[in-house]
């Protein structure tokens, strides 16, 4: 218990700062796992998405890929906690060193989705392959400042 106190009392001042609480050693690589995980799923979702667009399919299928999508963004700085800055990741320092850079290239990123979810259930092809595309630049100008190539 003596050793857990610090960690909760940290974990509360980060809270209090609006920052995430850093993991656990043993926990950093089960994180960094998991978000690569989750983005590769993404890149499915998205690579599914531009053949349709490419095709001129009917985009309405595509609606629940991008609830998928929406989902797992939705707690996306969350996935970047303190410590896991290191190890598999080609994460940039500057995800940790320009937070608010990072957190506005995120949130580019939500009306993005939420416009591409709409032409997808509106149906109408040449909306929908503006919307990858325009998806696509938000994913890039994120992966520009803060991955690794
Ligand atoms: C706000 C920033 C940001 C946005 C927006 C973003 N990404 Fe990323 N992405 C990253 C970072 C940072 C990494 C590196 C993660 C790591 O290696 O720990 C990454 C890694 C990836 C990877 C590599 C996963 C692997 O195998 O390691 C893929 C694929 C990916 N992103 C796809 C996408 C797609 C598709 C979108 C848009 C729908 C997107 N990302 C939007 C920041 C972002």
Do not use: K
């Amino acid at each position: 218990m003596r050793v857990r106190l610090p960690l909760i009392l940290a974990a509360g001042a980060a809270a209090l700062f609006g920052a995430a609480a850093p993991v656990l050693a043993q926990d950093a690589a089960r994180v960094i796992a998991e978000r690569r995980e989750g983005l590769r799923a993404v890149q499915t979702e998205m690579e599914a998405m531009v053949a349709i667009a490419r095709a001129g399919g009917d985009p309405r299928p595509a609606a629940e890929r991008i609830a998928r999508v929406q989902a797992f963004f939705q707690t996306f700085p969350d996935r970047f906690p303190p410590g896991t800055d290191s190890g598999d990741t080609r994460a940039l320092p500057a995800v940790w060193q320009n937070r608010a850079g990072f957190l506005e290239a995120y949130a580019a990123l939500g009306p993005r989705l939420a416009e591409l979810r709409t032409a997808a259930e509106t149906g109408t092809p040449a909306v929908f392959a503006a919307a990858v595309q325009a998806t696509g630049g938000a994913c890039s100008n994120c992966h520009r400042q803060f991955r690794a190539r």
